[in-house]
Each structure stands twice: as structure tokens, then as C-alpha cells.
């Protein structure tokens, strides 16, 4: 196993980076963030110092080692802040998703037994206040914007800035402790306690230390040779193991700097501001990001239009070559400087992505066309795959090798495993420790040498090393004749439609596949006002036979390129249906990272599976939904069931 | 098209509210000012001086000190002319007083003489709005042309009433008078203009700015939220004046050299400075200088087209130029009130969002 | 009626300390026409106080009379314990009273970022020079005004359009500009001229929000005028009630609510 | 009886003749104003072109002869026929409607809602315009217009007066005649605004558009009217004048001279015009008579401005307009 024993020139913890980083880049900067106009700036110096007095205060609020700190709120610097000053007087930053409502913070808070949180605002005060009595060991909070608080019984309470202040204060009197402190934090000491939201069950708390964040960190940065100099958004929830790797790993490592928007909804213009050198977003957003530029550039005139088409079809050609290396002849290259100059950049520049050196996509699999139109662009966008337990990185596609349908190859001190039923099993310095208070989770998911289940089914390209991952290994099933049955697989080609917004393949032990499609409310609207078809609903529209009619185009061609992997040329959909409401979390069918939960969507429509296997042409059904405000309604269709073509192929037995 | 906008960011307000925020545009107009100054010294001779680049410099101050008044404080004025005979005068009996005081000393303090013949003629401003104030400056224009053809002091008891620019240096070199180097007074005018436009632009960007436009916008609230109208409209006048002071001074000692005051500075100039500002764009400074450009312009194109390929006389050329600055300015004031320098914004905006619409 | 000899304790409890501005038997006139007749009343220290009435009560024109723009023929108005002598209106501004406007008075030619900073022009001091050469106080000045208006900005919440020309906002936006203006000066006291004619119903509860939090975050003295009782009733400590130029009800909204004459106003005969 | 006071009567008199004249173009003004809030600049210029168009119609110009000659190399200045002034009156007159035709269908009808002020500019581009098309049509020579008025001294008056006092008094009859004319020009209007359909929709929409369009008069009509009659009014001024001191350039600056007129009488009353033209007309001549000399003389250029700024000062909106009560 590859692990050296102790950091590289004992940078054994996230503070000691910090000291490295104060004295190293002091002056360059640490941290943006856009508020009152302007981007408000601290350098790596300053940093130190602020978190500092932060720590100072967090020793003099009588904070203990081995405490553990809740941090609450979207991406703002004095969060960030605040994880590290936690780490430095011992305690154990656990960061939470602040849209999580009250209950589930209170299962994550009583679980670990915080004493203390930081908190952005009054409305994550009154969040913790409501549930305050079912966590005995909860203390104090500190929030960091006092708007609305003023009023409030502050014996529980206290202003970040205060707490500063507090610390500033006492700084001869606890410096020397703060520093004895920091130097008892070790490779393997608790660096941050990381909850992942499962498809199933109640969070698991992973508890990842110091060795697993600056290993992954520092292999991963060389690995994709980040700089100094680099500029990063923060944006994801700072809960996920991702933004926690990203804006603290590697950016403690390699000294870049974490940019924070001003809020959610001016995201895309600080985004253009900042324009960021190494990027991550899921697929969700650049699919998004896409769907905008085609419906902007449907309004721009016939010149621009024609520009925009032709200089794309250039870049599809030729741009990933150029990204890759590979060789292009001259002209080629003159056509693709002119639409440079044309398109690409200006392009790029609208959207926010002119610097970008490094970008990352990952989560789910992103669509070929959405995957190659940024590239295309000259954007280095890659696809790493990963999940908390192995702090991010399992695999990850190295420049030049680069494709929509793998997941690179393993990272940097890396090991994979593939068991018979395909599942993936992986060995890194970045396995976790253990899931917090659940010894036996613990030992179901890695076992005594360490491998980790990563619960994805998936296979080795012999010829490229690649990483292919086909499916949930628990979702992975087989047909009636045996043959595999991967049905995320299939909802992925399927989801690849812009017109597609999910799909539940089902096919478990069945002889045939069927499928339930959600139609993106966007795209296929858009469609329809374009092509002036009117409706007055989301079922209406979904009913609609011309959306039919393109659902089932769509569905076929996903058959003909299933039927292409003949591992998986079982999996092709022969009947399906459109549904009336779009999956929701608020009705239990996906999780809150929009995940599909098949059981009980299974359980919830089981008259419409049953109408797609008894060849019914048509199924009348009520279902359950909940509205915005919490209310409970119904809401009846008929849907017609579709026969979708399929590709007739030579079954051979699956998976050997 | 051209805009690299991604990673040009402010981190302080200085960077946010300097006057081209955008890298793009800063370093467009560094190339043009090293052009100006580093460049076409090199290129110019005295056709081009004379026919289109002094005059251009000239208009260029008086526009920009017009649209102060006009443009950013509301306030509409048909005396330019008279406060440019102003300046003229001024300069000339400076220059004639203190034979050898630097020329620059002396258009200054020129413009402070207008600005405070502007304030006094600008006092009526605080009872008098509109377009009654706009007559009312006609006997700012007409008083003032008036007076410089009657009293003699004024040109010196010189028989022809004219007044002539006596040869003055700068640092030595001949910037007024018969014999002068096209490059010394481009210079001299250049150097003039871009001080005008940056102390305009610093001006406007700021508090009096602001007190001005509120004035402009809407002089009632202005004054409740605590504009004080006598200030904002006196510093008004003030400012605009000394920069047409400073035009007019410049008008005569280095361009014409000698100036009869009816015929250079009558009510004919008063629009023609109107129309530039008109023209180029109220409330902009870099209105004043479209609209200086392209009224200085339009007379030569005209003459070339008219004259020299057309072959008409000169009488019906300028003719055509009457009916279509004419014409213009009901045009502009029509289809696009802000003028070319609304035109310029909007051009810039379709740039930066290429190659989206909107 | 509560004692108010020195100051009282709001239902919420917030304290109401002296009095900021007293209007003894202001009486104004245009030509023949009587706007007020005889109306005195007093505005405390960080109480939120109201002046209401039917259309053409003459609540504008007393909001007129308190912000120096109508000099009142008979009456005296007490500021912070001096009596005022007529005054400009600009100058009143220069003492600490800042307004909205009924029918919105912003620059339609000025961003909001402008609009906002041309607010605190009261607060300027720095030199033509000093300005023409962006150099020095002027400068120092510029961005500290930067400061604060971005701070109000902030907290009305329109970073958004910061720098959008009013011209293009919608009008409920456009009220919330005018209100950043007032704001931005750090008034002493702050008159709003009717903050929710006009405004849809949740556009009516973000202001009543704004106007609560003015108070709750900068503890300014707050008078405004509204015809809409409904809404004044939840937001202000006092109410004058005027009708026909008379005052014809003062104290808390439930001491006017159950005022009969004001009853009689409301309900019986419409003036307009 | 002293001699100045003597001269100063005389004075006077030609100033009352002079203010006549002023008030006329300021009618023009006047006209305009109170209909559509317009404050017409190029009334001077109107009547310049009035006046051009008057002697070229007369003496049978050929419009545009000199772009003509000089684009075709052809040699044409006249038709070769004269035509009887009242004929060319009338011609001239159409030409007028013509161009308040134009003048509504392509300037105002786009400004419909401007601020005073972009109108105001408007009119000044219209009278550059209109200057220089005149220019064009009918040459920039200066050119005399006799419509047969009577010119000369005034024997009658002459002898009465030196019957009096010993000193006959100048009196030119033209302008005893523009006197006349003027005053049948008013009584005429005021005529036809009080008892006219026409006149009385015009007078609604002076007062308020709204009302009036309500009520179904069509402005673009009355827009077209006022200017026609402002056309009209023009037209007569350029008569007065281009028979007194000949059709030139510096006739469209009287029109400036009724601006002051305008500031003291107020934009929107007819009586004001007419008063505000004899104070004008007689202040600035009893002014150079008096303080002339001794000032260098040609006081006449400013003394009208300086007056009306001044009054101004104390009374902005004029000597009839009525008090403005500022509004929030």
C-alpha cells in the first residue's frame, strides 16, 4: 500500500498548510468573495490571521479537543474559515447542507453530538432553535450576519466578528495552548466528518483524516499540475465531500484561490467575472448551461445564426483533437482560429469559461453531444469518478485521454478490483477511516485489507485501462434469459435527450425491458412554442402525441446503441409510457441529489408496470402528489403505452 | 465579439468606478492617447491642422463644456459663443499685457475670466427654467458680442476693431502667431483637450456630478433630499464656461489669429456648438468629442464631395451643409436622442454579448 | 391615551424615547384654499408614527410642511428642541430629515448605484479641485460613500440591479431604490409619502418588512403618510388621523380604531 | 416744448411701429405655443422663406436654378413670366400649409410627448433646414419685394406734427400700413378662435390635449392648422419686413427680436405678444436714443435680451402668464 507515513516536510494537517501558505504565497490572494459591489479580497497572510483569531476565540469559548462543530450555510470565506480554525483547537469541522431541513439536521447534530455550530444566517438560527431541545449536548451557535438577530436571547448566541474579537483579545493569553494544540494534530488525526446523503436509510457520518484529505489532495493537484495562481467558484454545498476537497484540500495545498459568489442567484454573473481556471459542476448544470445557449442563439439573427452552426460543426471536428494533442491538419487549424475568433471565444467568454485550464465533471454520466460541445469549445473538460468514502478520487481521465463513456483511469496511488458480479472495489491513502458510531456499516463496506465497495457496477477497457461504470451494483440485475440488466445504463443514453428529463428502466427477472420517461419541462415547451402547440399543462403537454412520437424516436435510437454492447443488448426498451407528473423528492421518488429511488417508485405506480407488461394500449391511474406548501392532492390520467422498436441480436450469456 | 471579460474583476471601488471598468476599453484608449500624442505629431501637416484636426480639438473643449451645462445639468445654453468671445478676448489682452507670461498660463486664466462672466450671466438660472433660461442666454450672447465690438479697450483701440494673436511661446516654441509649426499647436490644443476631458470626466463621476444630473433629473426632489440648486447650477455654469473660455482663447490666439468678434463668435457658433453636443450626445463626454468630430468633419467631406468632384460652387455646398445639419439633428433628436454616443453604447453592449442577442 | 411626558414602551416592546420634531398649530394655506387647519402633534425618537386620512385629508401637504418644502403661514415647527425658521428644503435635508416621494421622484437618468450614492450628497464636503483631480478628500469621500450605499443596497436587498438605470426597473422596485436613497443619508428622521400606494399585496409586505427592519436595524424615527389603514395600523406605535385639513384623531391604532369621528371619516361620505 | 422731448415722441413713435412688427412674428409664436407647447424657433426663418418664396413666385424664379445650372451646365434663372403679388400671395401661401404639412407629418408627429426643451432644439434644426432649402431654392442674393405697399414719409403726419411743434415727424407709411395689418391680423384671430369651429378646437386643445382629444378633435388637424396660421403670420411679417429693408438673411433674426417680446408678454397669451412687442419695439429705441451714444451706439442688438432677463428675475412666467405653484 502505497502511504508515505507522514506528510510531506510534516504538512501533516490543514493548519500547518495554512502556516506553509501565510509564509510561502503571503501575499497573494486566498480568498474572494463578491459582497457590497466589489470582490472583497484576503491573502493567504491575512487568512491566517483571521482564522486565527477565530481559533483564539473558538479556545476561549472553551471549545475542547475532539469536539465536534457544525458548520451551516451556503459558501461564504468564514465558513471555510471556521472548519480550519475548529481543526486547529483539535475539534472536528462537520460541515452540513444548509437547504437540509430542521429534522435532518437535528438526526446529524444529536448523531455526532455537536456542542457547537456555525451558522450564516438568522434562518439557520431559527432551523437549530426549533429542534435545540432534542440535542442535549448542543451549546452555542455563532452566526455571521445579524440581520434579524438583534432581538434574540443571545445566551446562546454569538456574532462571528464578536468571536474574532474575543480571540484578538486573549491572543497572549491562549496563543501558546492554540499553538500546543495545532502541534498535537497528526497524519491521522480527524481532519473533517463528512455526512453522505444515501439513496437509502439515515447519513452516514464519514469520518476522513488528515492523511486522506492532503494525500488525495496533493496527488490530485500534481496530477492535473494546478498552480498558485489558479481561481476556483465555490458553489457546491460545502457538506459535499467535493467542494470540501477542492476549496480546502487541494487549494491549502497548492495555495490557489477560493472564489465565493454573492448568492445563488447571481451565480452565473460572478462566474463570468471570476472566470475560474479550474472548474468543477455536475453534468446537471452544464447540460443546463447548454439548453441556454441553444434557446439564446434560436433568438440571434440569420447571420449569427449561421456563424454559430457552422464554426460549431468545425469545433465538433476539431477541437477535441487539438485538446488531445492529436494531429490536425493546417487548414483545419486556420478554420478553428477563425471560429476561435468568431464563436469559441466569445463564447466562452459570455459563459464564464475563457481561463478555465481544468475543468471536472462527475456525479452521474454526462451526455456525449453536452460532454463534446464544451470540449469542442476548447474547454478541458474531464470526468473524474469518485464518491466520500475514498475522499473524491477513484479514477480520473489524464489530458489526452479523454472521452464521454469512461471515467479515466485510476488516480494517482490508487488500486481497483473488479469482483465476479462486476462490482468495483477500490485501495487508496484516501479510504476513510470509518462511518462515525457504525462500526458494522464500517466493516460491510471495507474490509480488513482496505478495499472499499464502491456499490457501481462497472468493467476495465482491456485495450485503454479505462474505467467503464454501467450501474448500481444493487440495481444491476438480470433478465429472464439471464442476461445482464443494467437499467441506469439505459436511463442515462436515455436522459442524454434534452427532451428527457429522467427515465426508470424496470426489467428485473422480466423477459423485456419497459420504461417510464419524464419530459424536460423546458426543452420540450420551448419545442412546443416554437412549433406553436398549445397546452395548459405539464400532463397535457406530456400527452401530447408529437411529444410521443419524438419520445419514442428517442428511445429507439438509445435501443440501436444498446444493442451495440452486447453485454448489455438485453437491456433495450420495448414498451413504454410518458409519465402525467415529473419524479419528485418531495414525493419520495428521487433523492434530494435527485437520485431515482426504484422501490418505491415500483411500489407507487405499480398499475402503469403491470399496464407496460400486459400489453395493454392504454392505462388509466390516480397518483399522490405534494404541493409546494406541503398539501396533499391527487391527480388522475390516462397514459398511452408506446411499442417501441427494438434491435434483434444473437443473446449470448452476459458478464464473463 | 472582441471583449475578454472573464477574470477582469474590481476588488476595490476605485478599480469599480474607474471610467473604463472594462480591461478591454482601458487599453483601447491608452493606444488612442499614445497615438495622438506619440504618432500623429509625425503625420501632421498643416492642411490637416487647419482644415480638421485644430478645429476638432477646439469644438472638442467647447462641446464638452457645453454638455456640462446642457447635458449633465440641464440647463440649456445659447450663448457659447459669447462666452467663447470671452475667452478670446481675455486671452488676447493677457497676451498683449504680459507679452512674456507662457501661453498656457495665459488661456487658463482666460477660462477662470469666462467662468466667472458663465456664473454671473448663469445667476438668472435659479428663477428662470427651460427654455425661457435658453432666450435668456441669448442676451448673454448678444450683450457680450456687443460689448467687444463697442468698447474699444477691449481690442486694444485697434483701428480695424479686429484683434490680432501676437507671436507666443511655450517652452519656447511659437504656439500662437504667423509663424507656427502644425505640430506645436496640435500639441498645445491636445494637451488642452485631454485635461479638459479627464477634470470633465472626474467632475461628472462624482458628488458636483451627481448634484448636477439630480438637478438635470429632477430639480425639485434634487432639492429636498439636499441638492443646495444655487450651488449645483452656478458650479454649472462655472465649470462649462471655463472650459468654453478656454476654447474660445484657443479659437482665436491658435487657430485664427485674428478675429473679428461678429463674425467668429456670433450666434451661428452658439449652435453649432448646440448641435455637436446635440449630435454627439448630451450628458457624455465622449459625445462632445463625436460631435465635435463629426461637425467639423462633414463641412470638408461636403467641400470635397460638393466642390471638388461635383464641382458646384462653394455658396450652394454650404447650402447643403445648413439643410443637413438641419436635417440631423431633427434625425437624432428623433430616432436617438442620445446621440452617436448612445449609438457607441449600444455597439459596445451587442460586443460584449456576442454572439448572443441579448 | 398613554403618558408620553418622557417617552413610553411599545406592545413589542420597544422603547420610545423624547420628542424628535413638534408641530404646534400648523395652519398652511394656497391662495384662499385651506390645506391644515390648526394641527399639532409630536414624532419620538425611533417610534414609527403615522399620519392617515381620506384622499385629500392634507396629508401631503403636512409631509410638505415637515420636510421644509411648504413654509406653513401660522405654527410653529419645533426640530430637536429648537423652533425652525423657514427654511430650503435642502437645507432641511442637511439637518437629518429624508423623504420618499408619493409619485416616485428618482433621477431617470442616473443608475441605482447613482441614485442611491446621490443621496448622501448632504454628507460632501470635498473641494471643486480636489474633485476635478479625483485625488485626496475627493476621492477618500467617493469611496466611503461607495461604502455606504452599498451597505443599504445591501440590505434592501438590490444588489441586483446596482447598476441598471432606474428608468428600466419595475414600480415596486423603483420604492425600494427611492427608500435606499433616503436611507443612505442616515436620517434622523425619515418621511415616507404613502411607501404602498400602488403596490400588489406581497410587494405591500416586503415594504412593511423594509420599513420594520429601518427601524429594527438603524433605529431611525420613522413618519409616514398612508391612505391604506389596513396596513398602517399592523406597522406604526401613533397614528394622526387628519380629515379635511383637521387632525381628528391622535394616539395608538387601537385608541383610533375605536375613535368615532375617524370611524365616521372612513366610512361615511367618500371626498373623492 | 423742450427739442429732445420733442425727438423722444418720434422716437417713440417708430418704436410703437417697430414693436408692431416684433409682435407680429411673435404671434407666430404664440400661435404654436399655445396649441402644441411647441416653442417654435424657426418662426424667423418661416418668414424668411415666406418671403423668398414671395419674390421668387413673383419675379418667376425657377426653384433650384443653381444646383440645376450646376449639376446640367444649363443656364435657367427665370421662367420668363411675373406674376401678380396677389396671386403669388396666395401660391406663397399654399407653400406655407404645404410646409406645416410637412413639418407635422415628419418632425412633431415623431415627438409627439418629447420635453419642451428636445422640441424646442427640434424647431432649431427645422430653421437651419428650412434656411438652407430656401437658399437652395431661391438663391442667397438679397432681394427687394414690392407688393405695391406704400413706402415713404408720411406728408400728412409730417405736416400735422410740424403744425404742432414746428418739427415734422418721420412716420414711414409702411409701416402706418404694417400697424394696420397687424392690428386687422389680431382682431382676425382672436375672431376666429372665439367663433370658428376650427378656432375653438384649437383653444381646447391649448388648454388640454386630453379634453380635447376626448372629446374628438383631431390634433394632428389643429397641429396642422396652428402651423399653417403660423405659416400665415410669417408670411405677412415677411412681407413687412422684406418691403422695409429687403429680403435677407438677417430677417430670420427678428425672429430672435420676438423671443424677449415673448419672454415679456408670456408664451401663451395673444395680448401679451402685442404688448410685450410696442415695449420692446419702443424701449429699445427710446434706450439707443437716450443712452446710444454715449454707450457706442447699436444697443438695439442686446437692449431687448438684457430687458427681458431682467424682468424675468422678478417675474418668470411673464407679464400675463399666471403664478407657477410648484408641485412634489
Known amino acids: 500500500m502505497a502511504q508515505t507515513q507522514s506528510g510531506v516536510g510534516g504538512l501533516v494537517s ?177 481532519c473533517v466528518m463528512l455526512y453522505t446523503s444515501g439513496t437509502t436509510g439515515k447519513p452516514k457520518g464519514v469520518v476522513l483524516s488528515n492523511r486522506n484529505v492532503i494525500e488525495t489532495a496533493r496527488s490530485s493537484s500534481e496530477f492535473d499540475h494546478l498552480r498558485p495562481d489558479d481561481d476556483i467558484l465555490a458553489y457546491l454545498p460545502m457538506a459535499w465531500v467535493g467542494d470540501f476537497i477542492f476549496s480546502v484540500g487541494q487549494a491549502y495545498w497548492t495555495g490557489f484561490c ?76 486556420v478554420r478553428y482560429k477563425l471560429g476561435d475568433l468568431a464563436v469559441y471565444g466569445p463564447l466562452k467568454n459570455t459563459l464564464g469559461f475563457s481561463r478555465v485550464r481544468v475543468g471536472y465533471t462527475a456525479g452521474e454520466a454526462i451526455g456525449p453531444d453536452i460532454f463534446d460541445f464544451y470540449r469542442a469549445l476548447g474547454i478541458n473538460l474531464k470526468q ?202 418531495d414525493d419520495g421518488e428521487l433523492t434530494r441529489t435527485r437520485k431515482v429511488r426504484r422501490r418505491i417508485i415500483e411500489e407507487k405506480y405499480a398499475d402503469i408496470i403491470a399496464a407496460l407488461y400486459d400489453g395493454s394500449p392504454r392505462v388509466s391511474t390516480v397518483t399522490e402528489v405534494t404541493y409546494e406548501d406541503g398539501r396533499k392532492g391527487a391527480i388522475k390520467a390516462t397514459l398511452e403505452v408506446r411499442d417501441a422498436a427494438t434491435v434483434a441480436v444473437a443473446r449470448k450469456m452476459a458478464a464473463e | 465579439m472582441l471583449y475578454r471579460e472573464a477574470g477582469d474583476f474590481s476588488s476595490t471601488y476605485a478599480q469599480d468606478s474607474q471610467t473604463f471598468p472594462i480591461r478591454f476599453d482601458r487599453y483601447r484608449y491608452y493606444f488612442v492617447l499614445a497615438f495622438a500624442f506619440l504618432v500623429v505629431p509625425f503625420l501632421i501637416n498643416d492642411y490637416w491642422a487647419n482644415a480638421i484636426l485644430l478645429p476638432f480639438l477646439i469644438y472638442a473643449i467647447a462641446a464638452i463644456g457645453l454638455n456640462i451645462l446642457v447635458g449633465y445639468c440641464g440647463q440649456v445654453s445659447l450663448g457659447t459663443g459669447g462666452f467663447m468671445a470671452v475667452g478670446a478676448y481675455a486671452c488676447y489682452k493677457l497676451m498683449t499685457a504680459f507679452p512674456d507670461v507662457s501661453m498656457f498660463v495665459h488661456v487658463i486664466i482666460a477660462g477662470l475670466i469666462t467662468a466667472m462672466v458663465g456664473v454671473l450671466f448663469g445667476l438668472p438660472s435659479l428663477r428662470i427654467k427651460g427654455f425661457y433660461l435658453a432666450v435668456a442666454t441669448l442676451a448673454a450672447q448678444f450683450f457680450l458680442v456687443w460689448l467687444f465690438n463697442r468698447v474699444s479697450w477691449f481690442y486694444n483701440y485697434s483701428a480695424s476693431g479686429q484683434i490680432n494673436a501676437p507671436e507666443r511661446t511655450v517652452f519656447g516654441i511659437a504656439v500662437t502667431g504667423p509663424n507656427t509649426d502644425a505640430w506645436a499647436t496640435y500639441m498645445f490644443c491636445l494637451i488642452f483637450l485631454t485635461l479638459s476631458a479627464i477634470i470633465a470626466r472626474n467632475l461628472t463621476r462624482g458628488t458636483v456630478g451627481r448634484s448636477w444630473m439630480a438637478i438635470r433629473d429632477m430639480d425639485i426632489a434634487a432639492e429636498i433630499i439636499g441638492v443646495n440648486p444655487l450651488k449645483a447650477k452656478l458650479t454649472a455654469f462655472a465649470v462649462s464656461s471655463f472650459f468654453v473660455g478656454i476654447s474660445g482663447a484657443l479659437f482665436f490666439a491658435v487657430y485664427l489669429g485674428a478675429v473679428e468678434v461678429g463674425e467668429a463668435f456670433g450666434i451661428q457658433k452658439s449652435f453649432l456648438v448646440l448641435f455637436m453636443v446635440i449630435i454627439g450626445g448630451l450628458g457624455s463626454i465622449f459625445g462632445s468629442f463625436a460631435g465635435a468630430a463629426f461637425l467639423v468633419v462633414l463641412p470638408v467631406v461636403l467641400k470635397i464631395v460638393g466642390v471638388d468632384w461635383l464641382g458646384w460652387p462653394t455658396d450652394i455646398v454650404a447650402h447643403f451643409n445648413l439643410v443637413i445639419v438641419g436635417g440631423l439633428i431633427v434625425m437624432f433628436l428623433i430616432v436617438e436622442p442620445h446621440g452617436l454616443a448612445q449609438l457607441w453604447r449600444l455597439a459596445k453592449e451587442k460586443l460584449r454579448l456576442w454572439p448572443f442577442p441579448h | 391615551m398613554l403618558d408620553q411626558s418622557e417617552g413610553y414602551v411599545t406592545s413589542d416592546g420597544r422603547k420610545i424615547g423624547g420628542v424628535v420634531m413638534e408641530m404646534k398649530n400648523i395652519t398652511l394655506r394656497f391662495g384662499g384654499v ?86 448622501r450628497l448632504t454628507k460632501m464636503n470635498s473641494g471643486m479641485f480636489s474633485q476635478a483631480i479625483w485625488k485626496g478628500r475627493a476621492e477618500a469621500e467617493e469611496t466611503e460613500n461607495r461604502e455606504k450605499a452599498e451597505r443599504i443596497i445591501d440590505f434592501l436587498e438590490i444588489q441586483s440591479i446596482r447598476k441598471t438605470p432606474v428608468a428600466r426597473l419595475p414600480y415596486g422596485l423603483k420604492k425600494r431604490v427611492e427608500l435606499a436613497r433616503a436611507l443612505v443619508s442616515e436620517p434622523s428622521l425619515l418621511l415616507l409619502d404613502e411607501p404602498m400606494a400602488g403596490m400588489n399585496v406581497e410587494e405591500k409586505e416586503d415594504m412593511s418588512r423594509f420599513i420594520l427592519d429601518v427601524n429594527d436595524e438603524f433605529g431611525t424615527t420613522i413618519a409616514l403618510i398612508e391612505h391604506d389603514m389596513g396596513v398602517v395600523m399592523d406597522l406604526s406605535d401613533r397614528v394622526v388621523v387628519m380629515d379635511y385639513g383637521k387632525k381628528i384623531g391622535d394616539g395608538t391604532p387601537d385608541e383610533v380604531r375605536r375613535n368615532q369621528d375617524v370611524i365616521d371619516a372612513y366610512l361615511g361620505v367618500a371626498h373623492d | 416744448m423742450p427739442e429732445q422731448l420733442i425727438f423722444a415722441m418720434e422716437v417713440f413713435l417708430n418704436g410703437l411701429m417697430a414693436g408692431v412688427l416684433y409682435a407680429l412674428v411673435a404671434l407666430g409664436f404664440v400661435l404654436i405655443f399655445k396649441a402644441s407647447g411647441i416653442f417654435n424657433f424657426a418662426q424667423g426663418v418661416m418668414a424668411l422663406f415666406a418671403a423668398l418664396t414671395l419674390v421668387g413666385i413673383m419675379n418667376g424664379q425657377v426653384p433650384f436654378a443653381h444646383i440645376i445650372n450646376a449639376t446640367f451646365g444649363t443656364d435657367l434663372h427665370y421662367f420668363g413670366w411675373t406674376v401678380p403679388g396677389l396671386l403669388a400671395i396666395l401660391l406663397t401661401m399654399g407653400m406655407m400649409v404645404l410646409l406645416a404639412w410637412c413639418v407635422q407629418r415628419f418632425v412633431f408627429r415623431h415627438l409627439v410627448g418629447q420635453e419642451p426643451i428636445i422640441l424646442f432644439m427640434a424647431t432649431i434644426g427645422l430653421a437651419y433646414f428650412l434656411e438652407g432649402v430656401g437658399d437652395l431654392m431661391w438663391g442667397s442674393d438679397i432681394k427687394t419685394l414690392d407688393v405695391g405697399l406704400p413706402q415713404g414719409i408720411n406728408e400728412t403726419i409730417d405736416e400735422v406734427t410740424f403744425g404742432w411743434f414746428g418739427y415734422g415727424f418721420f412716420i414711414d407709411n409702411l409701416d402706418l400700413v404694417a400697424t394696420l395689418v397687424a392690428a386687422i391680423l389680431v382682431t382676425g384671430l382672436v375672431l376666429f378662435a372665439q367663433y370658428t369651429k376650427q378656432g375653438r378646437a384649437m383653444r381646447a386643445v391649448a388648454d388640454d390635449h386630453q379634453a380635447a382629444l376626448s372629446v374628438g378633435v383631431s390634433l394632428n388637424f389643429i397641429w396642422i392648422l396652428v402651423w399653417s396660421l403660423a405659416g400665415f403670420v410669417a408670411l405677412v411679417a415677411g412681407i413687412m419686413w422684406g418691403a422695409k429693408s429687403g429680403v435677407q438673411f438677417s430677417l430670420s433674426l427678428i425672429a430672435l427680436k420676438a423671443l424677449p417680446v415673448l419672454m415679456l408678454g408670456g408664451f401663451t397669451s395673444i395680448p401679451g405678444a402685442i404688448v410685450g412687442g410696442l415695449i420692446i419695439g419702443v424701449g429699445e429705441k427710446l434706450f439707443e436714443f437716450a443712452l446710444g451714444p454715449a454707450l457706442g451706439g447699436a444697443t438695439e442688438n442686446w437692449f431687448a435680451y438684457v430687458l427681458a432677463l431682467i424682468f424675468l428675475v422678478f417675474r418668470p412666467q411673464g407679464l400675463f402668464g399666471e403664478k407657477i405653484i410648484e408641485r412634489v
Not at chain 1, 472536528?92 to 444548509?98: A, E, G, I, M, T
Not at chain 1, 447540460?287 to 441556454?292: A, I, R, S
Not at chain 1, 434560436?298 to 483533437?321: C, I, N, S, Y
Request: glycine share 8%; net charge negative.
Open chain 1, 258 to 333: 477560493v472564489n465565493c459568489p454573492e448568492s445563488p442567484d447571481t451565480m452565473m454573473t460572478d462566474l463570468r467575472e471570476i472566470g475560474p481556471t479550474y472548474y468543477f459542476a455536475p453534468p446537471r448544470v452544464f447540460e443546463t448551461q447548454l439548453t441556454n445557449v441553444m434557446i439564446r442563439m434560436e433568438d440571434a439573427g440569420r447571420f449569427k445564426q449561421w456563424l454559430f452552426h457552422t464554426f460549431m460543426k468545425v469545433a465538433r471536428e476539431v477541437g477535441p483533437k487539438l485538446l488531445d494533442g492529436k494531429p490536425v491538419g493546417f487548414l483545419d487549424r
Open chain 1, 384 to 585: 473524474l469518478y469518485g464518491q466520500t468514502e475514498a475522499t473524491v478520487f477513484i479514477t480520473a481521465q489524464p489530458d489526452g485521454q479523454v472521452r464521454s463513456d469512461t471515467v479515466g483511469v485510476p488516480s494517482p496511488g490508487v488500486e481497483l478490483r473488479i469482483a465476479e458480479n462486476g462490482e468495483v472495489f477500490y485501495r487508496s491513502p484516501g479510504v476513510f477511516v470509518e462511518y462515525y458510531k457504525n462500526a458494522e456499516s464500517t466493516a460491510g463496506t471495507k474490509d480488513a485489507e482496505g478495499w472499499v465497495a464502491t456499490g457501481d457496477a462497472g468493467f476495465i477497457e482491456p485495450d485503454t485501462g479505462h474505467l467503464r461504470i454501467i450501474d448500481r451494483a444493487k440495481d444491476v440485475g438480470q433478465m429472464a434469459d439471464g442476461s445482464l440488466f443494467a437499467p441506469k445504463y439505459v436511463e442515462n443514453k436515455l436522459k442524454f435527450y434534452p427532451n428527457i428529463l429522467e427515465a426508470v428502466v424496470f426489467g428485473n427477472n422480466r423477459t423485456e425491458c419497459t420504461a417510464f420517461i419524464n419530459i424536460d419541462l423546458t426543452a420540450v415547451g420551448n419545442w412546443a412554442e416554437r412549433n406553436n402547440i398549445a397546452y395548459s399543462s405539464y400532463q397535457e403537454l406530456a400527452g401530447h402525441p408529437q411529444v410521443m412520437d419524438a419520445i419514442q424516436r428517442h428511445v429507439e435510437e438509445v435501443n440501436l446503441s444498446v444493442a451495440e454492447d452486447e453485454m448489455l443488448s438485453g437491456c433495450q426498451v420495448h414498451r413504454f409510457v410518458v409519465l402525467h407528473k415529473e419524479l419528485d423528492a
Open chain 1, 14 to 190: 490543514i493548519p500547518a498548510l495554512l502556516n506553509r501558505n501565510a509564509s510561502e504565497f503571503a501575499g497573494s490572494p486566498a480568498y474572494r468573495e463578491k459582497e457590497f459591489g466589489i470582490w472583497q479580497t484576503w491573502t493567504w497572510s491575512q487568512t491566517r490571521d483571521e482564522i486565527e483569531a477565530l481559533a483564539l476565540g473558538l479556545l476561549d469559548m472553551g471549545v475542547a479537543e475532539g469536539d465536534f462543530v457544525a458548520v451551516i450555510g451556503r459558501n461564504r470565506p468564514y465558513l471555510y474559515w471556521s472548519m480550519v480554525a475548529v481543526q486547529m483547537v483539535g475539534g472536528v469541522p462537520v460541515p452540513l447542507y444548509q437547504d437540509s431541513v430542521a429534522e435532518e439536521m437535528a438526526y446529524v447534530m444529536g448523531h455526532c453530538g455537536a456542542k457547537l455550530a456555525v451558522v450564516a444566517d438568522q434562518e439557520q438560527v431559527d432551523k437549530i432553535l426549533e429542534v435545540n431541545d432534542q440535542l442535549p449536548d448542543f451549546q452555542r451557535m455563532i452566526y455571521l450576519d445579524p440581520r434579524g438577530l438583534r432581538k434574540y436571547d443571545h445566551e446562546h448566541l454569538e456574532q462571528f466578528s464578536k468571536v474574532q474579537d474575543r480571540g484578538r483579545a486573549a491572543r497572549d493569553r491562549l496563543k501558546a495552548e492554540l499553538d500546543a494544540r495545532i502541534a498535537r494534530l497528526d497524519y491521522d488525526s480527524t
Open chain 3, 34 to 119: 385651506v390645506a391644515i387647519k390648526d394641527i399639532s402633534f409630536d414624532i419620538r425618537e425611533g417610534e414609527i408614527r403615522a399620519i392617515i386620512g381620506p384622499n385629500g385629508a392634507g396629508k401631503s401637504s403636512m409631509l410638505n410642511v415637515i420636510s421644509g418644502f411648504y413654509n406653513p403661514q401660522e405654527g410653529e415647527v419645533w426640530y430637536r428642541g429648537s423652533l425652525r425658521p423657514p427654511m430650503k428644503p435642502y437645507q432641511v435635508a442637511r439637518q437629518g430629515i429624508a423623504r420618499t416621494f408619493q409619485n416616485i421622484a428618482l433621477f431617470e437618468g442616473m443608475t441605482v448605484l447613482d441614485n442611491v450614492m446621490t443621496g
